[in-house]
């Protein structure tokens, strides 16, 4: 099956999530869309206007399935929606309604939802579905005889009893197609109820040859939910039930339901029904959604591919590193990939092009590889990804302030709680194996906070520290002093890390990093700055700076931090417990427009500048004294900040930007 389609139901009114959801649907390579017209909803105030104004803007842009259910409460047998009609010909009648004011937007009409669900349609009421049948037989005629074509309603769970005697009872022969619900791994239970896709269907199929050869099987709805935040999982779920033997695919949903909608059930019944959407309910795209935007179904497939955890060779046991298809942790990994050890990549891809990091050391390192598309907010994940670690060296985060001040508790779950969640994993595998299992984290000088009581000099291209003595840097000594909550999400999770090593034992130091920049990076304006800047610079787009500009930072390429990493493992008895500045020195400090006038000089033309306010929590200043780092390992910043960018611009301009953007003189 190539094409697909998804499931979107919107309440009446919701005129502005219509227009918000439209496009990016459209956009997603979506052929159909499955939405519903409630019988109800349209005989209540102003339901008419409603669908007046929703039919035709959904058709306008894709092929509609419009679902049509629900009894109004006032023509009921049991006075709710669920109940059949008193009089079963107003559903033919409403049917015709539909076709008249609306039929031009569709071809097909599908015939009531989950027949089997009670809170669709109450089968007590009508125990051999006597009712059901008549009704859906007039229906079902009518539509055929106006020229649409009618989709029988799915079971859910499927029933092939059910399916059985609507081919006894002539309800087959109507329909075009039958719909499937099947929902493996979130609501069908693999270990109980749900048997494959190729299983169910090849049943249905056989029912359909019997009584009604030639009619189609649409999976009307399947879906799964990512309540654990396994968005890969439902990544690959989407390619199952798109390579299933059906006819049709509609994926259940586009959007995860708004927090303050409460489902058939009650508000927040099951938090599995808040997480089916392949956009979250801000909007913001998940791994599905964001792979079928750029290269649809083949890009999903590659991507998909990608997860392969696998296991090592019998006694070998993984480098684990969280956030290992990040920009500093795939450089990680190659150090450790190219000496031929096995590494384990716990990654949830949530950063934007990080996946091609990925497949290069899957291209480069074939199976000591082992992709682990998972979150740091599931601890179950994070406990079997931890188990078997030779050492966790833990960078996943999120890692941008500007993000964390729109999204402080999700900041939090993932720097605090998913560093929490690292911790206990290898207090467990410590307590269960007696194996001493090294943990390295990356941590920030943020943690030093805005740095507002050194006192800065203004000078013509970049500040200075008023008093010399500061001028070699900040030292580990300075107290911490949290802002943003990135600040302090990440120094509760630098805390937590030192405080596992004296409670518990566990071989652990922290490196707390300036700015890091190099090959792999995908640099935005909210996070890697630098390769954000040559990025633009080379797209010939304009550079915002916020601030004057002339706010200092010390540069760290990252074969320099990644040498680091390594020093502090291999010493990791001696240094367990400690936290080092990481960046680079006082050599490397530089402010924004000398790096941007640089990277005029490399690339040959003036970039583009503007400036705008400071942003909250931003040091004028910051330098790393990384002298406890030199004498405890040896290490040495060993590159210069315009060599470094010089290398970063040439690697941009080879790998990521497109060969007429992107020109490196020097
Ligand atoms: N790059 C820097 O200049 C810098 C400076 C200071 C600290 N740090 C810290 O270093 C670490 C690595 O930074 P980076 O620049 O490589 O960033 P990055 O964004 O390139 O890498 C982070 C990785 O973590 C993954 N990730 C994010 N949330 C996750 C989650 N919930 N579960 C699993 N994976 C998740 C992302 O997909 C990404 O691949 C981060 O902890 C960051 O806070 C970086």
Same mark, same amino acid.
């Given at each position: 099956m190539k094409d697909f389609g998804f499931v979107e139901w919107f309440r009446p009114g919701d005129r502005a999530r219509v227009e918000q959801v439209m496009p990016a649907l459209e956009a997603s390579g979506a052929a159909w869309l499955r939405t519903h017209i409630s019988w109800a909803d349209y005989h209540a105030p102003g339901g008419q206007e409603w669908y007046d104004w929703l039919l035709p803007r959904l058709g306008r842009r894709m092929e509609l399935l419009p679902c049509l259910h629900y009894t109004p409460p006032s023509l009921s047998r049991t006075g709710k929606s669920s109940g059949a009609p008193r009089e079963l010909k107003d559903f033919a009648d409403f049917t015709d309604l539909v076709m008249t004011r #609306?039929? $031009?937007?569709?071809e097909h009409i599908e015939l009531?939802?989950?027949?089997?669900?009670l809170l669709d349609?109450?089968?007590?009421?009508?125990p051999g579905y006597e009712l059901f049948c008549e009704m859906i037989h007039m229906a079902a005629n009518w539509i055929r005889e106006r020229g649409w074509k009618p989709v029988l309603g799915g079971p859910c769970p499927f029933d092939p009893a059910w399916l059985e005697l609507m081919g006894e009872r002539g309800v087959?022969? #109507?329909? $075009?197609a039958v719909g499937f619900h099947g929902f493996p791994g979130t609501w069908d239970s693999e270990n109980g109820s749900w048997s494959g896709w190729a299983q169910h269907l090849g049943e249905m199929r056989a029912i359909l040859e019997r009584h009604s050869p030639g009619t189609q099987i649409w999976i009307t709805e399947t879906g799964y939910s990512t309540?654990?935040?396994?968005d890969m999982e439902q990544a690959r779920r989407f390619v199952q039930a798109l390579d299933a033997p059906a006819e049709r695919m509609y994926w259940y949903a586009w959007q995860d339901l708004q927090p303050e909608v409460a489902v058939q059930e009650g508000?927040?019944?099951?938090?599995?029904?808040?997480?089916?959407?392949?956009?979250?309910?801000?909007?913001r795209p998940k791994l599905l959604a964001r792979m079928l935007a750029q290269g649809g179904t083949s890009r999903l497939r590659e991507v998909t591919r990608l997860y392969a955890p696998g296991l090592p060779g019998q006694g070998r046991r993984p480098v684990v590193i969280t956030g290992g298809a990040g920009f500093v942790g795939s450089n990680l990994a190659e150090s450790f990939l190219a000496e031929g050890r096995d590494v384990l990549v716990f990654d949830n891809?949530?950063?934007?092009?990080v996946e091609e990091n990925l497949a290069w050391l899957r291209a480069r390192h074939r199976d000591l590889v082992h992709p682990m598309a998972a979150d740091l907010r599931d601890s179950r994940a994070v406990a079997d990804a931890v188990?078997?670690?030779?050492?966790v060296f833990h960078l996943a985060a999120q890692t941008a302030v500007t993000t964390s001040l729109h999204a402080p508790v999700e900041d939090f779950e993932v720097n605090a709680r998913g560093t929490l969640n690292v911790l206990e994993a290898v207090r467990a595998t410590m307590g269960s194996s007696g194996r001493r299992v090294p943990v390295i984290f990356a941590s920030t000088?943020?943690?030093?906070?805005?740095?507002?009581?050194l006192e800065i000099r203004e000078g013509s291209e970049a500040v200075r520290p008023a008093?010399?003595?500061?001028?070699?840097g900040v030292d580990e000594s300075r107290p911490l002093d949290f802002c943003t909550p990135y600040g302090c999400s990440k120094g509760v999770a630098d805390q937590y890390v030192l405080d596992y090593a004296a409670s518990?034992?566990?071989p652990a130091a922290v490196l707390r990093m300036s700015c890091i920049y190099g090959p792999r990076q995908f640099g935005t304006e909210d996070q890697g700055w630098v390769a954000h800047f040559l990025i633009s610079a080379l797209k010939g787009q304009k550079i915002t700076i916020y601030g004057s500009g002339r706010q200092v930072r010390d540069l760290c390429e990252v074969s320099d931090a990644v040498q680091a990493y390594r020093l502090v493992h291999d010493r990791i008895d001696a240094l367990t417990g400690r936290a080092f500045n990481l960046g680079g020195g006082k050599r490397n400090a530089v402010s924004l427009r000398q790096v941007v006038a640089e990277i005029a000089r490399i690339t040959g033309t003036e970039p583009q500048v503007t400036y705008d306010t400071w942003r909250q929590g931003d040091q004028p200043w910051f330098v790393a004294d990384t002298t406890a780092l030199t004498e405890a390992?040896?290490?040495?910043?060993?590159?210069g900040w315009r060599d470094g960018v010089a290398r970063l611009a040439s690697w941009l301009a080879e790998h990521r930007i497109p060969a007429q953007e992107g020109s490196v003189t020097a």
């Open positions: #609306y039929g $031009e937007h569709f009531w939802n989950e027949p089997n669900n349609y109450d089968w007590r009421e009508d087959l022969d #109507y329909m $075009e309540w654990r935040k396994d508000h927040w019944f099951d938090p599995r029904h808040y997480h089916l959407g392949a956009i979250d309910a801000d909007g891809l949530s950063r934007p092009g188990g078997d670690a030779d050492a000088n943020k943690v030093y906070g805005a740095l507002e009581d008093d010399q003595r500061h001028e070699g518990y034992g566990v390992t040896g290490w040495q910043a060993r590159t």
